[in-house]
Every structure is written in structure tokens, then in C-alpha cells.
């Protein structure tokens, strides 16, 4: 009983403990806070692309592209699922931007059609408009085929309507006529003036006054560079390169060729500066990024450590709790097992103590019979032994064989196969050398292994010390060490 307890126990802390291993947050929060890391990658991207640094804004959306990709969708309930492949949607078509801006038009085509599933299952109808019109462009840049040009700006344009936005619709069909009909410059022309004076798109007057100059209507031209000025600081470097450009080419339609010389040359020095402070910014940007980049790097693998230390602690705290534990209750079974041979060896000793009494009482009703014989004899008279005092005398012991290996047996029992070990381990111990080990267990004195054996004192002295030969003759007292060693001390 005791044995399947300590059984039952071990195992379920083992199956505790593999519970408890996996750490105490679960997938589904873990999860959660990585939407939430990612979603902030994402903003921190964009805003970085929406002021030029493309290489901060390709970092950011970089690590929120890996974040997301590495949430499992089966942690996340159906909103935030929804929520992670619309912002993943997001942050490809952001990708593919970035990868636009530096002419990697190959690497930007792939990002936008990434993006396209996503964005379709989001209904994100202004982005998927967008996403459309930009694959049909990277095709262009690419020497693409121009049916598929075309069927992308059909789709973007289709977008555009369903979302209701006419803005939208107009810019596509600018790039639609820009790249697919050059020839119509007329209608190219009316809708950049309707994104520029009706929408308010500042920057289509850098198309009206290109295409107007391709006309030769160098007055028209002039008027509509006045209005190409900038709405947003983020792009006032831009205007201003655009403007002294268009300005020079104006110039050399008037006439003024010297003038337009000056500027392109102030342009042209405008541009040196700008590399060498653009060098600046990426190498410094670089670096700034590759240290960022290698901080967390270290703090991720300096959180994973001290998770994996706190797990180790915990694992070893929890198997020294069950060490414990299963000493305890082995110390507990020994001690009761103890109990329970000592029990059964007192059992024993008080079956064979009543076996010893009958022993004596037949020892003195023999020795008085004897005497009153021998009394008889003296006076004369021939009296002849009873049969059962003569069958008496023959006896070599008071205990038959029987008795004694039933005896034998019983302890045998009792302690756990201890006799028998005893004979296995020390072979050389004879019938009468485990006689004497048997009543030695049981508690048995010299006068009382005397009687039971049917032998004088002396006899029983000398069977000790041959058991203690045979046993180890370093053994001082041969009677404690036979109590231990069946009792396991």
C-alpha cells in the first residue's frame, strides 16, 4: 500500500514539473505582445518613410515584417488575426515604397504583390488601388509586358471607384496616359490640372509645366511654375531642385541660355552637396542601425538567458522539493517496514517461547522420572523406561526439523528473504550454524538454544564462534550484527 503511494506521488510531480517547464506566460499573451511590438515597428516605419530617411523606415518595417511573420496564427483570436495581416499588408506595400525610392524596382514589384492578398482580405481599397497602380508602374521600369500593365492600372482604377475616391482615380489614369498612351499629352494635361488646382496635388505642376514646354508654351509653362510650391516641409528640398530645373529649361526657350547655364549649375552644385551630405547621413545611418541593431540583439539573448536560468532555478528548486519529499517517504516506509519485521520477529519469539516452556516442562518431567527410576534401582527393584522416555532420550533435539525449518521459513517471510540472503551471501554456513543464527534472531539466550538444541552450553559457546569464522571473524559480537543484518540497519 505504502509502496504504490510513494509510486502514485513520484509521478505526478514528474508530470507537474513538465507542465510547469514551458514558463509561466502563455502562447496567446506572448503573441499579443508581439502584434503589439510589431504595430509599433510598423508606425515608427512609415513615419520614417514619410520623411526620406529610407534607411531608418526599411529597419523599422524590416523588424515588424519579421515579428509579424513569426506570430503564429493560432494564438491569436480572429480580430487580432485580421488586425496582424492587414498591418503586415501594410508595412509589404511600405516595403515595397522604400525599395522604389532607392530604383530597386524588382525587389518593389515583389513587396506590392505580397501586399495585394493581404490588402484584399483587409477590403483596404484606397492601399490595394495603390498597390495595383505601383506593380503596373515597377512593370513599366522593368520593361514589363503592356497588357500587364494595363490589366493592373483596369484593377487599380477599379479600386478607386469602389472606394469612392476620385482623387485616386485621377493619379491613376495620370500614370496610366504617362506611361501606357504618351501620345495623349492633352489628356494627361487635363487631369493633372484638375489633382493640382481642384485636389490641391501641388507637385502635378511639375508634370503641367513639362508637358507644356514639350508644347513649346513657354508663357503657360512659366505661370504654372510660380504655383509649384510645397505644402509639406518634408518635401521642400524636392520643390525647390524641380523649380530651378524647370526654371533653366525655360530659360533656354526664351533665349536665355547663359541664365539657364547658371542655374544648372547652381543645381548641379546643389546635387554635390547633396551626395556628400546623403554619404554622411547613410554612413552614419549605417552604423546607428548596425548599433541598434546588435543592442538588441544582446538584450534579446541577455532576456533569453536569465528566462532560461529562471526555468533552470525553478526546475532545480522544485526537483529538490521532490527529493525531499520521496526521501521522506522512503524514510517513512523503512520505519514502518521496520515496525512490521520487528513485529513479526516478536510474533515469532513468542511462538517459539511457548515451544521452549513445553520444552523444559518435558526436560523436568524427564530428570524427575529419571531420578525416581534410578531411586527404584537403588532399593533393589528393576524398573524398565517408559517407551516414550526411551523414544525421549534418542531425540538430538527438543525442536524437531520440522519445527525448525518452519521456523526457518517464517523469518524468511517476515524479513523479506532475509535467511535466505544470509545462505546465499555465506555459503559455507552449515544446518547447525543457521540453527544456532536462527535462535540467535529470535532472542534466544545460551541456556534456552541449549535446551531447544538438546546440547551442553559449551557447545553452543563454540557454534558461536565458528559462525563468526565463517561470517567475518573482525565481528566482536556475532549475535547484534545477525539481528542487524535481518533487519537492514
Given at each position: 500500500?505504502?509502496?504504490?503511494?510513494?509510486?502514485?506521488?513520484v509521478?505526478c510531480?514528474?508530470?507537474?514539473?513538465?507542465?510547469?517547464?514551458?514558463g509561466?506566460?502563455?502562447?496567446?499573451?506572448?503573441?499579443?505582445?508581439?502584434?503589439?511590438?510589431?504595430?509599433?515597428?510598423?508606425?515608427?516605419?512609415?513615419?520614417?518613410?514619410?520623411?526620406?530617411?529610407?534607411?531608418?523606415?526599411v529597419?523599422?518595417?524590416?523588424?515588424?515584417?519579421?515579428?509579424?511573420?513569426?506570430?503564429?496564427?493560432?494564438?491569436?483570436?480572429?480580430?487580432?488575426?485580421?488586425?496582424?495581416?492587414?498591418?503586415?499588408?501594410?508595412?509589404?506595400?511600405?516595403?515595397?515604397?522604400?525599395?522604389e525610392?532607392?530604383?530597386?524596382y524588382?525587389?518593389?514589384?515583389e513587396?506590392?504583390?505580397?501586399?495585394?492578398?493581404?490588402?484584399?482580405?483587409?477590403?483596404?481599397?484606397?492601399?490595394?488601388?495603390?498597390?495595383?497602380?505601383?506593380?503596373?508602374?515597377?512593370?513599366?521600369?522593368?520593361?514589363?509586358?503592356?497588357?500587364?500593365?494595363?490589366?493592373?492600372?483596369?484593377?487599380?482604377?477599379?479600386?478607386?471607384?469602389?472606394?469612392?475616391?476620385?482623387?485616386?482615380?485621377?493619379?491613376?489614369?495620370?500614370?496610366?496616359?504617362?506611361?501606357?498612351?504618351?501620345?495623349?499629352?492633352?489628356?494627361?494635361l487635363?487631369?493633372?490640372?484638375?489633382l493640382?488646382?481642384?485636389?490641391?496635388?501641388?507637385?502635378?505642376?511639375?508634370?503641367?509645366?513639362?508637358?507644356?514646354?514639350?508644347?513649346?508654351?513657354?508663357?503657360?509653362?512659366?505661370?504654372?511654375?510660380?504655383?509649384?510650391?510645397?505644402?509639406?516641409?518634408?518635401?521642400?528640398?524636392?520643390?525647390?531642385?524641380?523649380?530651378?530645373?524647370?526654371?533653366?529649361k525655360?530659360?533656354?526657350?526664351?533665349?536665355?541660355?547663359?541664365?539657364?547655364?547658371?542655374?544648372?549649375?547652381?543645381?548641379?552644385?546643389?546635387?554635390?552637396?547633396?551626395?556628400?551630405?546623403?554619404?554622411?547621413?547613410?554612413?552614419?545611418?549605417?552604423?546607428?542601425?548596425?548599433?541598434?541593431?546588435?543592442?538588441?540583439?544582446?538584450?534579446?539573448?541577455?532576456?533569453?538567458?536569465?528566462?532560461?536560468?529562471?526555468?533552470?532555478?525553478?526546475?532545480?528548486?522544485?526537483?529538490?522539493?521532490?527529493?525531499?519529499?520521496?526521501?521522506?517517504?522512503?524514510?517513512?516506509?523503512?520505519?514502518?517496514?521496520?515496525?512490521?519485521?520487528?513485529?513479526?520477529?516478536?510474533?515469532?519469539?513468542?511462538?517459539?517461547?511457548?515451544?521452549?516452556?513445553?520444552?523444559?516442562?518435558r526436560?523436568?518431567?524427564?530428570?524427575?522420572?529419571?531420578?525416581?527410576?534410578?531411586?527404584?534401582?537403588?532399593?533393589?527393584?528393576?524398573?524398565?523406561?517408559?517407551?516414550?522416555?526411551?523414544?525421549?532420550?534418542?531425540?538430538?533435539?527438543?525442536?524437531?526439523?520440522?519445527?525448525?525449518?518452519?521456523?526457518?521459513?517464517?523469518?524468511?517471510?517476515?524479513?523479506?528473504?532475509?535467511?535466505?540472503?544470509?545462505?546465499?551471501?555465506?555459503?559455507?554456513?552449515?544446518?547447525?550454524?543457521?540453527?544456532f543464527?536462527?535462535?540467535?534472531i529470535?532472542?534466544?539466550?545460551?541456556?534456552?538454544?541449549?535446551?531447544l538444541?538438546?546440547?551442553q552450553?559449551?557447545?553452543?559457546?563454540?557454534?558461536?564462534?565458528?559462525?563468526?569464522?565463517?561470517?567475518?571473524?573482525?565481528?566482536?559480537?556475532?549475535?547484534?550484527?545477525?539481528?542487524?543484518?535481518?533487519?537492514?540497519?
Open positions: 500500500m505504502l509502496e504504490s503511494k510513494v509510486v502514485r506521488l509521478g510531480g514528474l508530470i507537474g514539473l513538465l507542465f510547469i517547464l514551458p509561466c506566460h502563455s502562447s496567446s499573451s506572448k503573441a499579443l505582445k508581439q502584434l503589439e511590438l510589431g504595430e509599433q515597428n510598423y508606425k515608427s516605419g512609415t513615419s520614417s518613410n514619410y520623411a526620406s530617411h529610407y534607411e531608418e523606415a529597419y523599422y518595417l524590416k523588424q515588424a515584417e519579421e515579428i509579424f511573420l513569426d506570430i503564429p496564427s493560432s494564438s491569436l483570436s480572429e480580430q487580432m488575426q485580421a488586425k496582424r495581416d492587414k498591418l503586415l499588408g501594410l508595412t509589404w506595400f511600405h516595403l515595397g515604397n522604400c525599395s525610392s532607392e530604383m530597386l524588382e525587389i518593389a514589384n513587396y506590392y504583390r505580397k501586399s495585394v492578398p493581404l490588402l484584399e482580405k483587409s477590403s483596404n481599397l484606397s492601399y490595394l488601388a495603390c498597390a495595383y497602380r505601383d506593380i503596373a508602374r515597377t512593370i513599366v521600369l522593368t520593361d514589363g509586358s503592356q497588357d500587364s500593365v494595363l490589366w493592373y492600372f483596369d484593377r487599380a482604377e477599379e479600386c478607386a471607384r469602389r472606394g469612392n475616391s476620385e482623387i485616386l482615380e485621377l493619379d491613376i489614369k495620370a500614370y496610366r496616359y504617362q506611361l501606357c498612351y504618351p501620345d495623349s499629352v492633352e489628356r494627361r487635363a487631369v493633372c490640372r484638375r493640382a488646382e481642384e485636389f490641391g496635388a501641388p507637385m502635378r505642376y511639375s508634370e503641367i509645366v513639362e508637358l507644356l514646354l514639350a508644347q513649346h508654351q513657354t508663357d503657360s509653362a512659366a505661370y504654372y511654375l510660380e504655383r509649384l510650391q510645397p505644402k509639406d516641409s518634408s518635401y521642400t528640398y524636392w520643390y525647390e531642385q524641380s523649380y530651378t530645373y524647370l526654371q533653366s525655360i530659360l533656354v526657350q526664351q533665349g536665355k541660355p547663359g541664365e539657364a547655364y547658371s542655374k544648372l549649375l547652381e543645381l548641379y552644385d546643389r546635387k554635390i552637396e547633396e551626395l556628400r551630405r546623403d554619404a554622411g547621413t547613410r554612413t552614419y545611418a549605417l552604423t546607428l542601425h548596425y548599433d541598434v541593431a546588435r543592442e538588441q540583439q544582446l538584450a534579446q539573448e541577455a532576456q533569453r538567458e536569465r528566462e532560461w536560468q529562471r526555468r533552470i532555478s525553478l526546475v532545480l528548486i522544485l526537483l529538490l522539493i521532490l527529493s525531499a519529499v520521496v526521501m521522506v517517504l522512503l524514510w517513512l516506509y523503512w520505519q514502518q517496514r521496520k515496525k512490521e519485521q520487528t513485529a513479526a520477529l516478536r510474533a515469532l519469539q513468542d511462538k517459539y517461547a511457548q515451544q521452549l516452556q513445553l520444552a523444559l516442562e526436560l523436568k518431567q524427564k530428570v524427575n522420572l529419571t531420578r525416581e527410576i534410578e531411586l527404584q534401582r537403588l532399593r533393589g527393584n528393576e524398573p524398565e523406561f517408559p517407551k516414550w522416555l526411551q523414544t525421549y532420550r534418542d531425540e538430538q533435539l527438543t525442536l524437531s526439523k520440522e519445527s525448525l525449518d518452519e521456523l526457518i521459513q517464517s523469518m524468511d517471510t517476515a524479513l523479506d528473504g532475509a535467511i535466505s540472503r544470509l545462505r546465499k551471501e555465506y555459503p559455507q554456513l552449515t544446518e547447525s550454524d543457521m540453527q543464527a536462527i535462535l540467535s529470535i532472542g534466544a539466550s545460551d541456556s534456552d538454544m541449549g535446551i538444541l538438546n546440547v552450553k559449551q557447545t553452543i559457546y563454540h557454534r558461536r564462534q565458528i559462525v563468526r569464522k565463517h561470517v567475518n571473524p573482525q565481528i566482536e559480537d556475532i549475535d547484534t550484527w545477525l539481528h542487524r543484518y535481518v533487519l537492514g540497519m
